[in-house]
């Protein structure tokens, strides 16, 4: 079964400093993962995905991610955070066996930029 | 990237009625998917909705409890029915884009008394 795993429930950091907010994987086949962030009392907003190419893929908002195959990680990162950057992000893994495209998403991590 | 709205943007609910929530697509899709959310907590997929053909129901959700309709390719509504208080939720429908990502509606958020 493809899941994904996001370790921390709520991560913290100053602003101005980078950011990470991790995520694994566990999918049979070539991985197709997104991550997404929800700002309060708003839906999911995409922002950005893995499915080939370059490990580090770059996505909306300065944010970027690195996929890494041997780890089955897909760390999501930002080299300087802002405040405005608080929010709930969840990563997420499409189905690609079943042939529903359904998505997988993880529990989600809150970010809190501190000024 | 698709525009998506819902109505109503939020409810409150006597349990024991249901609810319709519609959601509208910017361009045609062929398939929509129904999430229900607690408030801060991750997404549960209900079921998936094609055009032309029955919904499909994800384990723990039933077409009694949850009827979808996809009259078109813009257009999907989910009824929450025979609601109880467990039936408050945030409900979101979402479609998928060309490179596989999804685009969310802004969500329902129901509460059921």
């Known amino acids: 079964a493809q899941s994904v795993a996001q370790p921390e429930d709520q991560v913290n950091v100053a602003e101005g400093n980078p950011l990470t907010v991790k995520c694994t994987y566990s999918v049979s086949g070539n991985p197709y993962l997104f991550w997404y962030v929800q700002y309060p009392n708003r839906g999911l907003q995409f922002l950005l995905k893995?499915?080939?190419?370059?490990?580090l893929v770059k996505g909306s908002y300065g944010f970027e991610a690195e996929f890494n195959k041997s780890q089955t990680s897909f760390h999501l990162k930002k080299p300087s955070a802002l405040v405005s950057d608080s929010a709930l992000y969840f990563c997420a893994v499409r189905d690609t066996t079943s042939g529903t495209y359904k998505y997988i998403f993880g529990t989600g991590t809150r970010l809190k930029v501190l000024a | 990237s698709a525009v998506i709205s819902q109505k109503p943007s939020r409810d409150i609910c006597q349990r024991g009625t249901s609810l319709t929530i519609q959601c509208q697509v910017d361009s045609q899709v062929t398939m929509m998917f129904w999430y229900r959310q607690q408030p801060g907590q991750s997404l549960t997929l209900i079921a998936t909705a094609n055009q032309g053909s029955e919904a499909t129901y994800e384990s723990g959700f039933v077409i009694d409890k949850f009827p979808i309709s996809r009259p078109n390719l813009t257009f999907s509504t989910l009824t929450v029915s025979n609601m109880s208080p467990e039936d408050s939720s945030i409900y979101l429908c979402?479609?998928?884009?060309?490179?596989?990502?999804?685009?969310f509606g802004p969500g329902t958020r129901l509460t059921v008394t």
């Open positions: 979402s479609v998928e884009g060309q490179g596989g990502e999804q685009y």
């Open positions: 893995y499915i080939t190419g370059d490990n």
